[in-house]
């Protein structure tokens, strides 16, 4: 039932690692498994041979907490790749309720992670602001467009992970702005098995060693590295808010017009300028829906923290 759970957790994450603009990171983080999560993949390194000499292949995978690991990447790949389609389409076909959604839900993650926080000082506030400017500087950035090679997938598989770690960068997004999107979501919808196993072999490569980075600032500077990643979240506000128009268009690799340039609009002026309508009950809704998922996460994960609590306390 545990690594059941874990699963949809998983699942979770890809779902919002396919959407450019939010991040795995952020739901990792909000159900509680971003911890155990960096802390299995930084056990992946050379001392596991030595596990393996001495212990046998069983006590090197559960050394890596290898059940948990494939729970979570089982649902990361599942949601990939049944739910890329079904995303795809609802992006196209009904952006506003989508993007409200999202929207809500970084909101409400902001307010959760910053509720981690045992003290603010100017340093922290500082940092706050930081993380802020980092990413709305990376949402303005104009897309590059490279070129759909072997090496190419492989770095910007490299990069977008570790960007799927972070709570508030999304690594979608960054393979949006490399020009790569399109190109490797296809991948996954045709099931483009050479461009999917290099795309997985650069994401191991950063993995692997991005993990250990953000694994030790969160044991030794836990607040400051929290509050610096909070203001990652909320930087990246802009990028996901639901009414835009796009002002220039560009060709990707694979011959299609997708948006280069776009300004957010407030409700009135999106339907003034666009002509289309605003949505903005349904856009609520999905917003509203958006902060109660968030809610109901953060009241489980509580609940089941506390569950764990008492058994430990009466064993002993």
């Keep these: 039932m545990k690594y059941l759970l874990t699963y949809f957790k998983g699942m979770a994450m890809g779902a919002a690692d396919v959407v450019p603009g939010v991040s795995g990171g952020t739901i990792a983080f909000i159900t509680g498994i971003l911890d155990p999560l960096l802390n299995s993949i930084r056990k992946v390194n050379p001392s596991l041979i030595g596990v393996i000499r001495q212990q046998g292949l069983k006590a090197a995978f559960m050394h890596i907490n290898g059940p948990f690991l494939i729970a979570v990447f089982g649902g990361i790949l599942t949601s990939i790749f049944t739910l890329a389609k079904l995303i795809t389409y609802l992006l196209h076909s009904h952006p506003i309720p989508v993007w409200s959604f999202f929207f809500g839900l970084i909101i409400i993650s902001v ?28 949402t303005v950035l104009h897309p590059i467009d490279m070129q759909m090679t072997y090496l190419n997938v492989f770095i910007g598989g490299s990069i977008a992970i570790c960007a799927m770690l972070l709570p508030g960068i999304s690594g979608s997004f960054i393979l949006l702005l490399l020009g790569l999107y ?21 994401c191991v490569a950063g993995l692997l060693s991005f993990s250990h980075l953000l694994s030790a600032l969160l044991r030794k500077y836990h607040d400051a590295t929290l509050i610096f990643l909070t203001g990652l979240m909320l930087g990246t506000l802009g990028k996901i808010w639901p009414w835009k128009q796009v002002l220039t268009w560009r060709e990707n690799s694979a011959g299609e017009q997708v948006p280069l340039l776009e300004q957010n609009l407030s409700p009135m002026n999106f339907e003034q300028l666009t002509g289309q309508p605003a949505q903005l009950g349904l856009a609520i809704c999905a917003m509203l829906a958006g902060i109660a998922l968030v809610w109901a996460l953060e009241y489980f994960a509580g609940d089941n923290a506390a569950s764990t609590k008492s058994k430990n306390t009466a064993k002993n």
């Design 182 to 202: 399109t190109s490797v979501l296809g991948a996954a919808k045709s099931l483009d098995i050479p461009v999917l196993l290099t795309f997985a072999s650069g």
């Design 111 to 138: 307010v959760h992670m910053l509720k981690q926080v045992k003290g603010f000082s100017v340093g922290r506030l500082a940092l706050f602001a930081l993380g802020v400017a980092f990413a709305w500087g990376i």
